[in-house]
């Protein structure tokens, strides 16, 4: 069965589409992996064309000034607002996403990279990119077949359940929130939980959570994200005809973890 990459480096970078609501912090290190990659190969392997946001009170400006992007704001909230509707509408979030796309496709990207992008993506905007997400979470593990640790709270969950680990994994945004195919999943980082936490309080789980939850953006997030823009961008994901998932021909129903990369 014939394999298709995700991206052929014969037709030059990889054009990406960053897509965020707040701070952006996903997207900056987007763009110091992609300025560091062009100075070590004498040219882009990937290249963010353009910055969108959903909220008008985002970061996205600034990050656009520091780095020249263009930037495309359109807020979800003032756009609920004048519908007089409920956010829970999603025919009114398809439409907003079939706008959305319409924004966009003067800047001929194929990648949409989410970083810290809030709003529930439907079929329009779905299906015009390759969308990247980073989950804070080993998206291969799995209980009865499910994928154990999904959802908004997977960190707490993962600590209340007595993990000594966390990763953070990349996938594809497909319809089914966290249940796209897995890219990379990062190396574990060692939960962190001061002596006399009780984390049968709420409070201190939170507090616990959130702590070990912004030491995993940095040695998992920060990491895995860019790094799996690159393997695309250099053609090494491939799909076959079933959509299934390979790297550099090899089958990875699970994702490939950083360690097996960082070998030799």
Same mark, same amino acid.
Request: glycine share 8%.
């Given at each position: ?11 030059? *970078?990889? %054009? ?6 707040? /701070?952006?912090?996903?997207? %900056?290190?987007?763009?110091?992996? $992609?300025?560091?990659?062009?100075? !070590? ?5 990937? !290249? ?10 985002? $970061? ?9 992007? *263009? ?21 009114? %979030? #398809? ?9 966009? /496709? ?9 970083? +810290?992008?809030? /709003? ?6 779905? !299906?015009?990119?390759? +969308? ?14 499910? #994928? ?9 969950? $993962? ?7 966390? #990763? ?19 190396? *574990? ?14 409070? $201190? ?20 994200? *860019? ?6 961008? %250099?053609?090494?994901? !491939? ?10 021909? #090899? ?11 960082? /070998?030799?």
């Amino acid at each position: 069965m014939p394999l298709k990459p995700l991206h052929d480096p014969e037709d030059g *970078p990889l %054009r990406i589409i960053g897509l965020m609501s707040g /701070s952006g912090t996903n997207l %900056r290190k987007i763009l110091e992996h $992609q300025e560091k990659m062009k100075e !070590q190969a004498g040219k882009y392997l990937f !290249q963010m064309v353009a910055i969108f946001s959903d909220n008008h009170q985002s $970061q996205a400006p600034e990050i656009g000034k520091d780095y020249d992007l *263009p930037v495309v704001i359109h807020d979800l909230g003032a756009f609920y607002k004048k519908s007089n509707a409920p956010r829970s509408n999603l025919n009114l %979030r #398809r439409k907003f996403d079939q706008m959305t796309v319409k924004m966009l /496709s003067p800047f001929k990207a194929t990648v949409a990279a989410y970083g +810290g992008y809030m /709003s529930l993506a439907t079929k329009p905007l779905i !299906q015009a990119f390759i +969308g990247v997400n980073v989950h804070p979470a080993d998206l291969s593990v799995e209980l009865n077949g499910k #994928r154990k640790w999904t959802g908004g709270h997977a960190v707490k969950d $993962q600590i209340s359940a007595g993990e000594k680990f966390l #990763r953070s994994s990349t996938h594809l945004i497909e319809p089914e929130c966290d249940l796209g195919k897995i890219f990379i999943i990062s190396n *574990p980082m060692p939960v962190e939980i001061p002596p006399g936490t009780d984390l049968k309080d709420p409070g $201190q789980l939170q507090k616990i959570s959130d702590f070990n939850q912004d030491r995993l953006k940095e040695l998992g997030d920060w990491i895995v994200f *860019p790094k799996t823009l690159e393997e695309i961008s %250099r053609g090494n994901f !491939q799909t076959d005809e079933s959509g299934k998932f390979y790297y550099q021909d #090899r089958p990875i129903p699970g994702g490939i973890r950083l360690e097996q990369l960082e /070998s030799p």
